[in-house]
């Protein structure tokens, strides 16, 4: 198990199957980054300078759209995550 | 549906058909980006260093000026949104 | 009606007719960016680190002086507005 | 009347007379920017993050030393002056 | 014994034997720097604006993934370690 | 009189006569800038974000040892003083 | 004597005869720059936005792992030492 520390989230990707209009399938290293994801832990808060901690915005299961290049790819148990911080997060899509 | 974080806004943004003096209709990649759009939905408002949240100045609906090149580009439901946080929104336009 | 967001105001500029020493008046390309405006809106003012927010030290009406290049221009029913937030402007002239 | 915001300070420059050992008098694009000046007016102070004005330590009529370079040149009834923040004036000389 | 200071802590990184797909055993200068390890010895917090301590959320025996490249390699009796700041700390692996 | 603003003091720098291993002395412009000096003035503190003001803890007469190249040289009745901030002394000479 | 201010400390550094692997002892321009060193004296601590200053968490005495490069080198009585922040020193060996 992974638990994230502070204002982190562990997210899996959603890739996207990418056909371009003329109708090719991309290889990987062509498509975009997915930017597209499901929270899949969140840690316990970012500590403010008054010393309280406030709870995520977000919880795991939600599915986000998070910006483009942010956090760190990491590879647990053979599958691949991204740890970001919740302000790399933009909306959660419902 | 989709909801956005924090500070927040997700906009539409208002196209102007684009017709220079000489009356030539200019082709999308001339055009300038839009800096007018109409914001859709809003987040629950930045937590400030005291703990205290503050609700957004803008509400679903707005008309607004934001910053150009300002946010962040997605496609929701093959929809083209901008979400951006609202210290890029100049003015509202009533 | 064009509302300003936060701590930004809603300037129209004063243009002065430029005129050089040796008496040929300058065309528009060559000419300074304007310094003075006179306020044409005021937002709500800024929301502090403790949530209380505060009021603006100018007011629409006043003629100004404010930084060179600050600020971001539009254009509202045709006409031209320079939206520039309070720190930018450096003296109220009177 | 010229009344500077915030922090502002307005400062009329003391020029002197510039002489080299040789005893050439330079012209104005060769001599260093004043460092000297005399305060003409103040603004009411900056306002901290807990909503507190902090009115300035400087006054009108005094002889102050100034970072070189610092603050912006304005042309008022054509007499120029420097606005500056009182945080680029190094001290009051008595 | 060694104490880190302030928010730091003590990281042994933990080295993977790194085989390439075509079963080639990487030389070290090769392989990629680790990116997990287990904490060792932990500061007595950060010092907040307010004054206050606050405590790591990690201990010495968690096992951990950081950031790449951060912290500073020391050697002490011989043994390499790896001293970082908890904001480094990605996650805590369980 | 000179009166320094804020947490700035003003220095008179300690020369020392500067002379190479091979007994050359060294003119002035080779010489390492000073990083000695006594204090001559010291400002009134500076101001904390709640209000407060902090005395400085150096005084008039103290023996500083300061960053090279910081501050501002300035001469007054033909004698040169550096004004630096308190943050760039290090520490007292006893 | 020497009195750091604030949160910096006077250090010692704690040279290594450096001998590489073929056993040759390095001349001292080649030699790594050492990260070990004994603390002279402390200053009395940082002020903190509210005013409370905050002693140090490091004392005279103590055998610490410092950032290397980090502070300023000055020579009292012909003797170097170090002055950095205690924020640059990364542990305590004991």
């Known amino acids: 198990m992974i638990k994230p520390l502070g204002d982190r989230v562990v997210i899996e990707a ?5 056909v371009t209009k ?3 399938v ?3 290293t062509v498509k975009e ?3 597209e ?3 899949v832990a969140v840690g316990t808060g970012k ?5 309280q901690r406030i709870a995520l915005d977000v919880k795991a299961g939600d599915k986000v759209i998070f910006s483009k290049y942010a956090g760190t790819e990491v590879k ?3 599958k691949e995550y991204l740890i ?5 997060i933009l909306a959660i899509v419902e």
């Open 14 to 18: 959603l890739e996207k199957e990418e």
């Open 22 to 24: 003329s109708g090719i």
């Open 26 to 28: 991309l290889p990987d």
């Open 33 to 35: 980054k997915p930017q």
């Open 37 to 39: 994801g499901k929270i």
């Open 47 to 51: 500590v403010l300078d008054n010393g």
């Open 76 to 78: 647990i148990d053979g």
């Open 84 to 88: 970001l911080s919740e302000r790399d």
